[in-house]
């Protein structure tokens, strides 16, 4: 199947997405738009390109497990992108994927400009890699 991921920013949404053997999640872009309608219809223009089967939204639960106004905010999204384009749509705990986006880039000396433009799709990613791992354990098909 192939899954698309969404790490939503206010600013910046990141995009990853895997093929249908869900074995490599691999960045695709990251959308830099601040209005939440047109991010929106260019993350659903994506899914379209991409021919996703599924969403997975990134859910930004706080660390204690309770949910915030971000995860308000990601679930107005997932809902209304699930609505513009008909691919079922799941939300994701994301707690951490932005620290661990940073880690990565780290380790490969991203720096500036350059880094500041890739985390949000390194953090789609690590959501996309993090779903898959459950859909291999879990033995989820759908």
Known sequence: MIIMSVDFGDARTGIAVCGKS???ASPVTVIAEKDFDKCIEKTAALAKEQRAEKIVVGYPKNMNGTIGERCEKCTLFAEKLEEMTGIPTKLWDERCTTVSAHNYLNVTNTRGKKRKNVVDAVAAVIIL????EYRKNSGETT
């Open 22 to 24: 869900e074995m490599i």
């Open 129 to 132: 890699e993090s779903y898959l």
